[in-house]
């Protein structure tokens, strides 16, 4: 594993890390402000689904090119 990859793993990890410590928070009643709920719905959520969709192109086009 060269520093590239490492360092792609270490930031997915971190990523992954925040997002489950957020959702737990949230889920467990930690935010009860209804601009956080709003957030949560829109924006937290759709940076989600963007960032996988972003790591499934990126890896779709690894194995297109073949590296």
């Known amino acids: 594993m060269n520093n590239k990859d490492f ?4 930031l997915l990890s971190v990523f992954v890390f925040f ?3 957020f959702f737990w928070k949230w ?3 930690g ?3 209804g601009a956080v709920w709003e957030w ?3 924006g937290f959520s759709f940076g989600l689904g963007f960032f996988a969709s972003l790591i499934l ?3 779709i086009f690894k194995l297109v ?3």
């Open 7 to 10: 360092l792609i793993c270490l």
């Open 57 to 59: 192109v990126i890896l």
């Open 31 to 33: 935010f009860n402000n």
């Open 27 to 29: 889920a467990s009643g």
């Open 19 to 21: 997002a489950i410590k």
């Open 40 to 42: 949560m719905n829109r």
């Open 65 to 67: 090119v073949g590296g």
